[in-house]
């Protein structure tokens, strides 16, 4: 078996067993224990006139390399993910 670790939505799988499982297994899926997880979201940064903007909640920084939030300067430039939301700056290559 794959150490890769998958997950799915249990309504989901409730409702496509309910269309041809059995209530035993219906009752396995519904008594194993669930995964905390949060969703991914993905954005991408944006150009905005002088600032790069994330996609996702607007938060930016200057091309220079620092980033703001209500007009101060709060650090240096991180590209893989928004500090402000999180989110994952991946969408272009995931549209392509």
Known sequence: MSDKKE????????????????????????????ADVEEVVHGE??????????SVCGFGYFPNGYF????????????????NCGAKMDEKEENK
């Open 68 to 83: 703001f939030k209500d007009g101060q300067c709060i650090g240096d430039l991180i590209f893989d993910r928004c500090p």
């Open 45 to 54: 940064w944006e150009t905005d006139r002088d600032t790069i903007r994330c």
């Open 7 to 34: 997950y799915i939505e249990r309504g989901a799988l409730m409702d496509e067993l309910a269309k041809r499982a059995t209530y035993h297994s219906m009752a396995i899926v519904r008594e194993f224990p669930a």
